[in-house]
């Protein structure tokens, strides 16, 4: 029998479209630090990575962390623009310029059918 492999949901952090929302507007980012008691946190709640989701037990560990290459590989990916609908279906074709999906029609011409006498 092979092991199951299961996600680990202990350490998982906030996805990359949450953490856009909390940069953009400091409302989100206080509604979801809300959400956490600050005696059940690291450091009491004081010192939080934003980019990261994360909290440390000292502004020592949040420094190291920041300079670290995981933190550094989390910046770059927040940079980046996310993906779309619209460039997805640009990938395979659906877009405007070719004609969408739903507008490709196959004109077949008939045939015209003649009386056979026999």
Same mark, same amino acid.
């Given at each position: ?6 996600? =680990?949901? =202990? ?6 479209? $949450? ?26 709640? $004081? ?21 670290? =290459?995981?933190? =550094? ?12 609908q619209k460039v997805a279906e640009a990938v395979v074709g659906l877009t405007r310029e070719n004609g969408s999906y739903a507008d $490709? ?14």
């Amino acid at each position: 029998m092979g092991s199951i492999r299961r996600s =680990k949901t =202990k350490r998982r952090t906030r996805d990359l479209d $949450q953490v856009k929302a909390d940069i953009a507007s400091s409302k989100h980012l206080a509604r979801y630090q809300s959400t956490k008691a600050a005696e059940d946190l690291p450091g009491l709640g $004081q010192w939080y990575c934003i980019e990261c989701a994360k909290w440390f037990e000292g502004e020592h560990n949040l420094v190291a962390h920041r300079k670290g =290459k995981n933190h =550094k590989r989390r910046v770059r990916f927040l940079k980046e623009e996310a993906h779309t609908q619209k460039v997805a279906e640009a990938v395979v074709g659906l877009t405007r310029e070719n004609g969408s999906y739903a507008d $490709q029609t196959m004109d077949i011409e008939e045939e015209p059918q003649t009386k056979r006498t026999g």
